[in-house]
């Protein structure tokens, strides 16, 4: 399992699946890369399709997918952004809500998956599904 692409955490080079896990520490992470690195996140996903690859997000939180929409994020506080020019707007956190309105599109788009486990197990969960087959 190894890097050789520039998407994507995780891929087996040694086989034809044209898979690729792009692990994630929990849903906070998530919710940073549906939120603020949404554009830069949007790429690699357009990358992995033109190079024919599925992309599996494997995100190290006990929860179940549906659950997502209900999800309260520990982060809700909303905060304070300054413009270019210095105007102050206030930017609310990611809802799980707003989250999985995402993921649903772009499960669509761009044939993602989003898979949930305990993260002792994500080693085994990422082997599994590179695995020689």
């Not at 940073?32 to 830069?40: A, M, V, Y």
């Not at 707003?98 to 788009?109: D, F, G, N, S, T």
């Amino acid at each position: 399992m190894s890097k050789i692409n520039n998407f994507g955490d995780y891929t087996n080079p040694l086989n034809d699946k044209k898979v690729v896990i792009d692990r994630k520490k929990d849903l906070i992470e998530w919710a940073g890369n549906l939120g603020k690195g949404h554009q830069r996140f949007k790429r690699e996903l357009e990358r992995a399709k033109e190079n024919g690859y599925k992309v599996i997000v494997l995100i190290e939180q006990k929860i179940a997918y549906e659950d997502l929409k209900t999800w309260e994020n520990p982060k809700a506080i909303t905060k304070m952004r300054v413009l270019k020019d210095g105007t102050q707007v206030v930017r609310p956190a990611m809802t799980g809500l707003q989250m999985w309105k995402i993921c649903e599109k772009w499960k669509e788009k761009y044939d993602l998956s989003i898979w949930f486990c305990d993260k002792e197990k994500s080693p085994v969960v990422i082997a599994t599904c590179l695995k020689d087959e």
